[in-house]
């Protein structure tokens, strides 16, 4: 499969790239930086440079064609509202209608578990504008009509992945998630129908993957 990887230089996103890889597929990671070419390409991944925030959906769509899953793990880091709604929101969105127009057929969304708005913070809280641009970009995505999927994963740590899940895991319940099992199952989902048109809200857990997928 050729797979285009959103935010390529994310911690989650150089755990993914290399596993794609030794699963056999093609992988395009996209940097805005072309300082973080070199550290892409060290994952076997192929570096493009290019920025999600500046890019419309026709340069989008072009970056996009030929290729049939798009995996989106980049986002703003936070602390500037203008610019969280511009990447995680607005941009995430123009990434959808491209590969919506490019012919892409998988999406998988890297969001969070708090990704809902029976879950939204109060106004005041600084956490609120990266929330509602999660839910806002996780919203349109469900909308499409890519075969895609929401990950959801909680607060998450540098440990290593064990493969397993908490499949029960809620918000701030059983959701704090090392990112090395976030890449393992993006690449699962992405080989397995069964996570297609479904939100995964997960942590750490004793359920392996496919166990996991095989239930839903």
């Given at each position: 499969?050729?797979?285009?990887?959103?935010?390529?230089?994310?911690?989650?996103?150089?755990?993914?790239?290399?596993?794609?890889?030794e699963?056999?597929?093609?992988?395009?990671?996209?940097?805005?930086?072309?300082?973080?070419?070199?550290?892409?390409?060290?994952?076997?991944?192929?570096?493009?440079?290019?920025?999600v925030?500046?890019?419309?959906?026709?340069?989008?769509?072009?970056?996009?064609?030929?290729?049939?899953?798009?995996?989106?793990?980049?986002?703003?880091?936070?602390?500037?509202?203008?610019?969280?709604?511009?990447?995680?929101?607005?941009?995430?969105?123009?990434?959808?209608?491209?590969?919506?127009?490019?012919?892409?057929?998988?999406?998988?969304?890297?969001?969070f578990?708090?990704?809902?708005?029976?879950?939204?913070?109060?106004?005041?809280?600084?956490?609120?504008?990266?929330?509602?641009?999660?839910?806002?970009a996780?919203?349109?995505?469900?909308?499409?009509?890519?075969?895609?999927?929401?990950?959801?994963?909680?607060?998450?740590?540098?440990?290593?992945?064990?493969?397993?899940?908490?499949?029960?895991?809620?918000?701030?319940?059983?959701?704090?998630?090392?990112?090395?099992?976030?890449?393992?199952?993006?690449?699962?989902?992405?080989?397995?129908?069964?996570?297609?048109?479904?939100?995964?809200?997960?942590?750490?857990?004793?359920?392996?993957?496919?166990?996991?997928?095989?239930?839903?």
């Amino acid at each position: 499969m050729r797979i285009t990887i959103f935010g390529g230089h994310g911690k989650i996103a150089l755990l993914l790239a290399p596993k794609l890889v030794e699963a056999g597929h093609q992988v395009t990671s996209v940097v805005r930086n072309p300082d973080h070419v070199d550290d892409v390409e060290a994952t076997g991944a192929t570096a493009l440079v290019s920025s999600v925030e500046d890019a419309d959906v026709e340069a989008l769509t072009s970056q996009l064609e030929g290729f049939e899953a798009v995996v989106w793990s980049a986002g703003a880091g936070g602390g500037d509202p203008e610019r969280t709604y511009a990447v995680d929101r607005d941009a995430a969105i123009r990434s959808m209608d491209a590969a919506v127009a490019a012919g892409v057929d998988r999406y998988v969304m890297v969001s969070f578990s708090g990704s809902t708005r029976e879950m939204l913070v109060l106004e005041d809280n600084p956490f609120r504008h990266y929330q509602e641009a999660k839910i806002a970009a996780d919203e349109h995505l469900r909308g499409t009509n890519l075969s895609w999927t929401v990950l959801g994963p909680g607060s998450l740590t540098t440990e290593p992945s064990t493969g397993r899940v908490n499949p029960a895991a809620t918000s701030g319940d059983g959701d704090t998630t090392s990112r090395e099992l976030v890449a393992d199952v993006v690449v699962a989902a992405l080989a397995d129908d069964r996570a297609t048109r479904r939100t995964l809200v997960f942590g750490d857990g004793d359920v392996p993957i496919d166990e996991w997928l095989s239930s839903l």
